[in-house]
């Protein structure tokens, strides 16, 4: 997940069809386990609301470059090509969060 939900219910509340969580970046929950995660750990916390991060906060290129860490791949070496020009996944900023490696 690149991003995760409002914490609150949007919509009119006298019609449960019409409920739902718009997009949200600011805080989100990603489960990991197995494949080189600390088993038993939670990494970062947000504000009461869940609206929100405010310790230990990871962009989605660390947790890009966390996922390619633990699959082996390289992210520095990892590019692709678009318009003449190579890119990466995780940008120029994208580093391992090395905290919850196991």
Do not use: C
Not at 90 to 96: E, I, L, Q
Request: avoid cysteine.
């Amino acid at each position: 997940g690149e991003f995760g939900r409002t914490p609150f219910i949007q919509g009119d509340f006298r019609n449960r069809r019409q409920w739902g969580r718009d997009h949200h970046p600011y805080a989100f929950t990603t489960w990991m386990a197995g494949g080189g995660v600390k088993p038993g750990m939670t990494y970062g916390a947000s504000d009461d609301l869940g609206i929100n991060a405010v310790k230990d906060r990871v962009h989605v290129h660390d947790f890009q470059a966390t996922l390619l860490h633990l699959l082996g791949i390289d992210h520095e070496r990892f590019t692709y090509k678009f318009q003449g020009r190579r890119y990466r996944l995780t940008d120029v900023h994208g580093k391992v969060v090395k905290p919850i490696l196991a």
